[in-house]
């Protein structure tokens, strides 16, 4: 509906020789009517509304020229999502099991089942036993602490796809579909929202950048939260602008409420897409109307909505009353705990009451000047409070019975995620973190990871946007939203996995390089001064932004989730200066998996050893139980005697003391593919190796002691604002109270400095020593002076602290004994390497130490038999020191429960 009259009125002034003018006139559109302002009204409708009317230009005739037709750029649309497609479902299967996908799968077979169950529905009886509220809790696991405390609607569109297309392909990938179709839609979306306004070059050139980006393409792959919650935020800001600034447009009013409720249903981090949308609404719609106010616009705002955010604080009031009666959400028995409330969940829908009522006032008084005008910022928020508390009640059927107190629990749940849910860890610049990420983070993450081509074309758009700010708002409303996350990011809010919690900000950012590429081509079209010579610049500027991130993606295809850019060097390069090189086990696809199941002896038992990976196991269950990985493989170490066969995946945040020393070893089996630069991205080392690294860990393990320093914040800072200490660094490694005490977040790494004193001065005498505590086969050290004094400096720990070294030096004693001997010989060799491992948080190359830890000592039969293909690895930012799993932890590795996702 005009869209015509949109495109001309919006004229981008970035055609082939477009110079716009500065008048605030109306232009006439292609069909002769006048024009809109980018405000979202037509002149005199601004005025009656008191709404902000943004001064908008005359576009050239070329400008106005290049907007496609409405039918022409459907069609476009229509082969953008198609070539999208065809770009991504041949490379579906080529991403290994990633750690969150076992447990969203789970609950979508748990749900599935209540879907199938309505089929066997054969009266009322069996309805309500369908909508009991133990049955919705028991068959919908989402929404709070468990296996996956995200809402069901990315769950869902999984399950969907797998109904459509689960006959004629596997499982995983069936499910994998939909999020293909969501990054192929919003790649749509922005290529229909730019073409229309500034041609189909800007489009196709924001197209291409998101469809190029190689942490964007291997994101889509997967099962996941974060596409669906891009395609929303997409979809959001499409629809809130269409809303605001074209005429008639009430229809895309009412879908910004709907979205904003699915986003609900999607996850907490999609409903932040609220923070421009009010801060927009507030500078463009709010201010002015406080500037010069107009009684019927007051009115209408006023009682409509205060009666429809009556109810919600209502709601609200009883969520805070509730939430005092609830234990704690790990606590929460989910069956029996759940307290009354005192409204039902109905309280949800009466906002929608209200806007009913409303609307049909405006349609009986059309003339009236309060109840009759048409207020497009108004009309979009009482939509927001109207559709988005229903659409999220119904898209969650848990609960549509107990509604407030389950949504209670959820909301303390995302509240209190940090001390609720285990603790994550990131590495950062070679520093570990837990949580949250020092303040530029999300800047620095975004320069590392983006091609560069794309960067720089975003960084034209910006400026380009900037200087054309009083006449052309749109560029201005994007950036808000390219801001958003970033700036959330530099408070305490989850940080980890890389970029895959911001995922909407490159979104904006293609669109800037789709600017900027198209500014640079205009800029070039007139230096040269050639009439028709435009289009070919356009084409030649779009190959030069999207042709080197398309090589990156061929290139490191199918590791796209490890991607650096030229900026820090490529993968190897970001991870020898610290940064994360893989962290979610695609790396581990299917022709590792194929080499592992043709190299590992039967019955081989395979484990992790690593408290930190344990919860990854469901990732190797769920492909043994697709027929991935060899039935005869035993996943998890179900006892202490024999040392198991250990993956290490090169998750620096998740490595600890015994994983970095295990990482030195020889190995087993190596991953280190030429799209990484020949870095070691997965690693499965032997028992023998294990047993080496496990004795220098029982030989060096040790707490720290130390405390921490002062905190950096000036003292008024943490006595008034102790939220903005965190620009200083304070809360990141060490929390401070008000006196300016701290404890530690991220304790240092510390090694036995006993026991390196005794291998520095008399290594002969700790080798002797540990001779004959490895002959006594674990069984007490006897009269032997040095034995004793070992035993004792390796198992000295606080008696009221878990004996993790007590129970490790048994084990070893018990499993190989000579292990403990080997484990001084590598010490007193390469004692400066062994102390550089245990106190660098990431995983060494071991190139860089001058070879393997045990490379003076035999190679083990099974190493020799394997053969790995070793190469060189390099060194990685790494994680706090933990110990590698005790005999207890093992056992848990072996659980079918996935783990929940982060």
């Known amino acids: 509906m ?164 689960g006959g004629w392909m596997k499982d995983i990938p069936a499910r994998r579909m939909a999020t293909l179709f969501e990054f192929a ?158 409204w039902p969940g109905a309280i949800l829908a009466v906002p929608l009451g209200v806007w009913l009522v409303r609307r049909a006032l405006g349609r009986i008084f059309r003339g009236s000047k309060v109840w009759g005008a048409e207020r497009p910022g108004l009309e979009t928020f009482t939509a927001i409070l109207a559709f988005a508390p229903v659409v999220g009640w119904l898209g969650n059927p848990a609960w549509w019975r107990e509604t407030l107190p389950r949504l209670t629990h959820y909301y303390t749940l995302s509240l209190s995620r940090r001390g609720v849910l285990p603790d994550i860890q990131i590495l950062y610049f070679d520093q570990l973190y837990e949580f949250s990420l020092p303040w530029p983070n999300a800047w620095v993450l975004m320069g590392i990871t983006v091609p560069v081509a794309i960067l720089i074309a975003a960084a034209i758009g910006l400026v380009w946007g900037a200087l054309r700010a009083r006449r052309d708002r749109v560029p201005v409303y994007f950036l808000v939203h390219f801001l958003a996350l970033p700036a959330v990011r530099m408070f305490p809010t989850p940080a980890h996995d890389g970029v895959r919690l911001f995922l909407p900000t490159f979104f904006f950012l293609a669109a800037f390089a ?36 398309t090589a990156a993606l061929v290139r490191i295809h199918p590791y796209e989730l490890s991607y650096y850019n030229e900026l820090i060097g490529g993968p190897r390069a970001a991870w020898e200066r610290g940064f994360e090189l893989t962290y979610w086990y695609d790396a581990f696809n299917g022709p590792v998996l194929d080499e592992l199941n043709a190299k590992l002896p039967p019955r081989a038992v395979l484990d992790f050893l690593n408290d930190r990976t344990w919860t990854s196991m469901p990732v190797f269950l769920e492909q043994q139980s697709l027929g991935l990985i060899r039935p005869d493989i035993v996943l998890g170490r179900g006892d202490s005697v024999a040392f198991p066969y250990t993956i290490l995946l090169t998750q620096d945040s998740k490595a600890t003391a015994f994983t970095r020393l295990l990482f030195a070893m020889r190995p087993w089996y190596t991953s280190a593919p030429r799209q990484l630069d020949g870095a070691r991205v997965a690693t499965v080392a032997d028992p023998v190796a294990v047993s080496r690294a496990w004795a220098l860990f029982v030989l060096l393990e040790s707490g720290d002691t130390t405390r921490p320093p002062s905190p950096a914040s000036p003292a008024w800072v943490r006595r008034y604002v102790p939220w903005l200490a965190r620009l200083w660094g304070d809360g990141l490694l060490a929390e401070y109270d008000a006196r300016g005490r701290g404890r530690w977040v991220v304790h240092r790494l510390a090694t036995n400095e006993a026991v390196l004193e005794w291998s520095r001065k008399d290594p002969d005498g700790l080798l002797g020593a540990a001779r004959h505590l490895a002959s006594a086969s674990g069984r007490p050290p006897g009269e032997h002076d040095g034995a004793s004094r070992l035993y004792f400096l390796i198992t000295d720990e606080d008696p009221k602290r878990e004996q993790i070294r007590h129970e490790m030096a048994r084990q070893l004693l018990a499993a190989r004994p000579e292990a403990l001997v080997e484990g001084v010989q590598i010490l007193n060799a390469h004692r400066d390497e062994v102390v550089r491992i245990m106190t660098r948080y990431a995983y060494t190359d071991p190139t860089r130490l001058g070879g393997y830890l045990d490379r003076d000592l035999p190679e083990p039969s099974s190493a020799r038999a394997a053969r790995p293909a070793s190469s060189p690895t390099a060194p990685t930012p790494a994680a706090t020191p933990a110990p590698a799993a005790t005999g207890a932890a093992a056992t848990r590795a072996s659980s079918s429960t996935p783990k929940a996702p982060q």
């Open 2 to 165: 005009h869209e015509a009259g949109a495109r001309t009125g919006q004229g981008s002034g970035i055609g082939s020789g477009a110079v716009l003018s500065g008048a605030s006139g109306v232009a006439p559109d292609e069909a002769g009517a006048p024009a809109v302002g980018n405000d979202g009204a037509r002149p005199a409708e601004a005025r009656s509304q008191g709404a902000a009317s943004d001064p908008t230009p005359r576009p050239s005739p070329a400008a106005a020229g290049r907007t496609p037709s409405p039918r022409v750029l459907r069609w476009a649309t229509a082969a953008v999502f198609a070539a999208a497609m065809a770009a991504l479902v041949p490379t579906l299967g080529d991403f290994g099991l990633t750690w969150d996908e076992p447990a969203y799968r789970y609950s979508q077979l748990l749900s599935a089942q209540w879907w199938e169950d309505w089929g066997r529905v054969r009266g009322w009886e069996d309805v309500r036993r369908q909508m009991d509220p133990s049955s919705l809790l028991y068959y919908w696991p989402y929404a709070r602490f468990g296996i996956n405390f995200h809402p069901p609607l990315a769950g869902q569109l999984n399950l969907a796809t797998y109904a459509i297309f």
């Open 185 to 342: 839609l919003t790649i749509a979306i922005g290529f229909h929202f730019l073409s229309r306004r500034y041609g189909i070059a800007a489009g196709a050139v924001m197209a291409g950048a998101l469809l190029t980006m190689p942490r964007l393409y291997g994101q889509a792959h997967l099962i996941d939260t974060d596409i669906p919650g891009l395609m929303l935020w997409a979809a959001v800001a499409a629809a809130f602008w269409k809303g605001l600034a074209e005429p008639g447009a009430r229809r895309w009013r009412v879908l910004v409420g709907v979205l904003m409720g699915l986003c609900f249903v999607e996850k907490m981090a999609a409903v932040m897409v609220l923070l421009p949308l009010l801060f927009w609404l507030a500078a463009a719609r709010l201010i002015p109307a406080i500037v010069r106010p107009r009684r019927a616009d007051w009115i209408d705002g006023v009682v409509t909505t205060g009666l429809m955010l009556l109810p919600l604080a209502l709601a609200f009031q009883q969520i805070q009353l509730l939430q005092r009666q609830l234990p704690p959400p790990k606590s929460v028995d989910q069956w029996t705990q759940w307290p009354a409330s005192d």
């Open 514 to 549: 789709g600017w900027g590429a198209m500014a640079v081509g205009d800029l070039l079209a007139r230096a040269v001064r050639r009439p028709m010579s435009a289009r070919w610049w356009h084409l030649a500027v779009a190959a030069a932004v999207l042709g080197p991130s």
